[in-house]
């Protein structure tokens, strides 16, 4: 019974999808092409190539491309984050920024995508919205690269109060959110 | 809409507001990775984490505070098959609505603009947010149109209302009838006044005869050559043009064929519903009396006989009430039908209560034709060899059921749009001049 329940489920969803119009289907393909670029950038800024790990990016990039109103997208965005954490050693090359700028694509993606339906046409004025807060967010990562690179420029004390900010900053953020997104 | 408004099985999902999966996603990436960031000494990580930080930041602060509410109108009750109306549906309280999308359910007779029947509006600020869906009910019948769900979604695509049932509204769709004209007079006009040349001298355009002048025949009518030839006065009389009486009967216990809109497929019962539509609309044009019985229906389905434009809206909308398959037995002999009408039965002969049906009104002498409404593609059409079998055995069988009822003296026509019925009739009004033994 589970299965068949499961089997129309999916059948619904292909159906659904064979509905998809070029739009969703040009913005469900970001995130299968921006993951292997980053797996790519990742590879070039000295990660050693794991073809699992690659194969399991793909599989959630895919994965977020069918189920973009989903979780798998998150999956997506965490891995590669984590991949990058993990593998990159620290950078501020410009390659950082192109990295921030896949990400910021694929959720941008997911996103947009997330707004109905696949057979659904965003109209010019929300495609025109997103432009600019696109834009915006891009502009926000530069600044933060730029005061990075800045900051690693200036040959600051050593120290544990800018660390202990810092984490206060991300602790508050991070408490902040989960009041904002558990409270209905 | 509130939830106890929803139609029964259906769950709201949430009866306000809820963070997206883009927020989600937004929220734990930028926090888990400034966490890290700050605690590993990553600097390049929060150079990731910052789109992310911008959109959970100004999806959380723009958090929308009213709740939307659905309704949904049609621009029309009623329409006729193929034509278009809109569905409204407008979002209440939608404020702080970025965005709404509406969903319709997708219904075989039932065709949307766009075709997977989805359309999305912006917002613009203002409390009350529409959006239209064109819509069109492919085939006759009455039916819910509309249904489906609607979802808002709140600024930076943060927050989500929704998605909520819309409950569809009912729409009368009435059968587009069929092309029609007709030449051949009605056999038994017996009205008041008509098109139809009836069997008694009067005011008319069709000559009757040149007879001797009576007092009180009118001076227009001296028939001048033949007075002057004869010496004593003549007039031309006319026949009197008078208007008839017309009772369809609609066969709706069987329906055979399958009724596609889309593939441009019809079933017996689509034939039968529209060439009733034909025939209703073309006598009562020409100001004939119209009379309906829809055989079969558990419902009353009759329509009295009557005339003029709005009797053949209550004509089409009877007809658009039936419900094929339906079985009530109908007693022939209950069957009321005035002197003088002529009853067209529309049908494809296979159930033995339409073969009664119409060889007990033969048996009452009325003026009686069937219009065959059996589609030609059944065989064609069949899914299986053996259904291809099946169809011919019972194709063979109902041939032999048509020679007996022509036997009765009935004469039967396909239907085949204007002129179908033109032969027939005159055969009916040849016949009505010759005198003839009936049954009562």
Known sequence: MTHSVSTLAVTRHLDRLSLASRQQVLLRAVPPLATPLFVWLTVVLGSPFHPLLTALLVLLAVGSALLPDSSVPLFLVLTLAATWALQVPQTLSWWTLVAALLLLAIHLACTLCGYGPPALALDRATLSAWATRGLLMASATAVVWLGTLLLAGLDLPAGPVPMVAGLAVALGWTAYLGRRLLTR | ?440
Do not use: K, N
């Not at chain 2, 007709?182 to 355009?205: E, F, N």
């Open chain 2, 1 to 440: 809409m509130s939830a106890p408004d929803l139609p029964p099985g259906v769950r709201a999902v949430s009866a306000g507001w809820r963070p997206t999966p883009a927020l989600v996603r937004a929220g734990l990436v930028s926090a888990g990775l400034a966490a890290v960031a700050v605690g590993f000494g990553r600097p390049d990580l929060l150079v990731l984490a910052t789109p992310f930080v911008v959109h959970a930041a100004a999806g959380l602060l723009r958090r929308p505070s009213t709740t939307p509410t659905a309704t949904t109108r049609l621009a029309h009750t009623a329409v006729r098959e193929r034509e278009a109306t809109t569905l409204h549906v407008r979002v209440g309280g939608a404020e702080q609505v970025e965005h709404a999308v509406v969903a319709l359910e997708r219904v075989p007779t039932v065709a949307a603009r766009p075709a997977a029947g989805v359309v999305g509006a912006a917002g613009d600020g203002s409390p009350d947010l529409g959006v239209d869906v064109v819509v069109s009910s492919l085939r006759w019948g009455h039916r819910i149109l509309g249904a489906g769900v609607v979802a808002a979604t709140g600024p930076w695509a943060a927050h989500v209302w929704g998605p909520h049932p819309v409950r569809g509204q009912p729409l009368t769709t009435l059968p587009l009838p069929g092309a029609y004209d007709s030449r051949a007079p009605v056999p038994h006009p017996i009205g008041l006044v008509g098109t139809h040349p009836a069997r008694v001298t009067g005011d008319g355009t069709e000559l009757a005869s040149v007879r001797p002048f009576h007092p009180g025949d009118r001076l227009r009518r001296i028939e001048w050559r033949t007075s002057l030839r004869s010496g004593e006065l003549h007039v031309t009389s006319t026949v009197a043009e008078q208007d008839s009486s017309i009772m369809l009967v609609v066969d709706c216990g069987t329906e055979v064929g399958t009724s596609d809109p889309v593939a441009g497929t019809v079933s017996s019962l689509d034939v039968s519903v529209r060439a009733a539509g034909a025939l209703a609309e073309h006598y009562l044009h020409r100001g004939d009396r119209v009379g309906l019985r829809v055989l079969g229906a558990v419902r009353r389905g009759v329509v009295p006989l009557s005339s003029g434009r709005r009797h053949l809206r209550r004509v089409l909308d009877e007809l658009a009430r039936t419900v094929p398959g339906q079985r009530q037995e109908l007693d022939p002999q209950r069957l009321r039908v005035p002197p003088g009408a002529v009853v067209i039965v529309l049908t494809p002969l296979l159930s033995d209560q339409s073969v009664l049906l119409v060889t007990t009104l033969a048996q009452r002498g009325l003026d009686l034709v069937v219009v065959d409404t059996m589609p030609d593609d059944v065989v064609a059409r069949a899914a299986t060899d053996r259904d291809r079998i099946a169809w011919r055995m019972r194709l063979l069988e109902r041939a032999a059921v048509l020679d007996r009822v022509r036997r009765a003296g009935v004469p039967v026509a396909a239907w085949s749009g204007p002129g179908t019925l033109d032969e027939v009739l005159r055969g009916l009004g040849r016949r009505a001049r010759q005198p003839r033994a009936v049954r009562r």
